[in-house]
């Protein structure tokens, strides 16, 4: 791992976890210090784009070299110089669009640079998916598209509100796998009664995943104006989503030259040279009537600011932007509906690279889960057992769906796990080292 900012250090945390041997470079002597008693890792001072440090550290004997630092010609140097030295899979993120343009063609086929992250455009893309499906606050695909996992907040008028999940009515193939109660995280049992305000994590088809999520919140408003708070790279990336679709959208920003550098090119979108914080701009901007409000300056204080003011004025739907952790309680407490952070996008790519046999897709949720696409190998130990029947081999984890072949399969019907089966579950911290060995073959 190549820098020890939050990503590196997440993810570093994660590997040594699975039971890998991780080295994490940095190139700020005292974070490093810091570091070495905290992580099961070998932690080294120095510059993460040197060749003869890499050398040192052995970059080239690596499985993976990830480039994270928060300086994209770092992470494109240490990218190329350990593929030089031999590392057999390298990752960088870069934010810049400049590099290497609108996809990776450039940065694969020639650099050899094996995945380029950018972590803003994976957030907007993330942003816009859940904002186009009308209930949702998030919104992931799993299983070649076919299966949808969606967190939806449960309202007053929901029909699961205050009913037991083993009696509730399922008049569509969705499966309920965990439940968010403010800082407090469940799988899913008969007996768990959701509340309002409760977020729920949802499985369904992608055919009737509209109709099952429309069910479960008992209120749905399909979004037409949306108001971005920040015309940063997040921003504009979203901006560009959403002009795609039937959204109207407004964008603040407090700088003049920004303001200006995104409005010329943006076809549909109003950018407001504004700071958009105060009640006053909110107002002008109609941001009570907004049906989605999004916070996604640079200032994760200014990004929570201005979601709280905006669900205060009557913004249906509002979501911030928070990339640093100590501001998650925070999260928790405001009633926001749902953050999102590149930084735990960021880490979903990387870990996808070192799960690569039989983990097709991961998802962490900033609640904590671990949402997993695992695919099982013939002779696997997971082979011909009953979901609901592994009697502990899937203790602590929830199935939510199986993919065969191009049908979706969901509890609570009797699934008996097949090989090439596709099965999507979600568990708490950690359970991905204890999963995958499950689903490979001896």
């Known amino acids: 791992m190549i820098g020890a900012g939050k990503v590196g250090v997440n993810v570093a945390r994660t590997l040594t976890g699975d039971g ?57 140097i240490a990218a190329l110089a350990s593929r030089q030295l031999g590392a057999r899979t390298t990752v960088a993120r870069v934010r810049d669009p400049d590099f290497f343009g609108p996809d990776e063609t450039f940065a694969h086929d020639v650099l050899g640079i094996d995945l380029v992250i950018d972590p803003d ?11 186009v499906l009308p209930g949702s606050v998030a919104v992931e695909h799993f299983g070649d598209d076919r299966i949808v996992l969606a967190e939806v907040i449960v309202t007053p008028d929901s029909p699961v509100s205050g009913v037991p999940l083993g009696e509730r009515e399922r008049p569509f193939p969705a499966y309920i796998v965990g439940i968010s109660r403010g800082e407090e995280t469940m799988l899913t049992r008969p007996d ?20 099952a999520i429309a069910h479960l919140c008992g209120r749905v408003e399909e979004v037409r104006d949306c108001v971005i708070f920040g015309a940063g790279s997040i921003g504009m990336h979203l901006a560009r989503l959403l002009e795609d679709t039937k959204v109207r ?16 090119r943006l076809r549909r979108t109003t950018v407001l040279h504004e700071e958009g914080i105060s009640r006053e701009a909110q107002e002008a901007a109609g941001v009570d009537e907004a049906d989605a409000f999004v916070a996604c300056a640079g200032d994760d204080r200014a990004n929570l600011l201005a979601a709280l003011y905006a669900k205060r004025l009557g913004a249906d739907m509002c979501l911030a932007v928070v990339s640093r952790e100590e501001f998650t309680p925070l999260v ?15 880490s979903e790519a990387i870990l996808r690279f070192v799960h690569a046999r039989v983990v097709r897709g991961i998802y962490l949720t900033r609640s904590g889960f671990e949402v997993i696409e695992l695919e099982a190998e013939p002779g696997a130990p997971i082979v011909g057992k009953v979901v609901g029947e592994t009697h502990g081999m899937l203790s602590g984890k929830r199935v939510g769906a199986v993919l065969r072949g191009g049908e979706v399969l969901m509890p609570p019907q009797r699934i008996e796990i097949q090989a090439g089966d596709r099965v999507l579950m979600l568990g708490v911290e950690g359970s991905l080292a204890e999963a995958e060995p499950l689903f490979v073959s001896r």
Do not use: W
């Not at 099961?40 to 052995?58: F, I, K, M, Q, W």
């Not at 957030?123 to 904002?131: C, N, P």
């Not at 009664?193 to 088809?205: C, E, F, I, R, S």
């Open 121 to 131: 455009r994976a957030t907007a893309s993330d942003i816009a998916r859940a904002l």
């Open 20 to 76: 890998h041997d991780v080295v994490v470079v940095d190139n700020d002597e005292r974070r490093a210090a810091d570091l070495q008693p905290e992580l099961d890792a070998l932690v080294v001072h120095g510059n993460g784009a040197s060749p003869r440090l890499l050398a040192e550290v052995n970059a080239g004997d690596a499985d993976l070299v990830a480039a994270v630092t928060e300086v994209d010609e770092v992470n494109v």
């Open 332 to 346: 928790d407490a405001l009633p926001i509906d749902a953050a999102y952070s590149p930084r735990l996008i960021t």
């Open 249 to 264: 959208v407004k964008m603040f920003e407090r700088d003049e030259q920004r303001a200006r550098y995104v409005a010329e």
């Open 192 to 211: 768990l009664v959701p509340q309002p305000g409760d977020h729920l994590l949802v499985t369904a088809p992608r055919e009737c995943v509209g109709k």
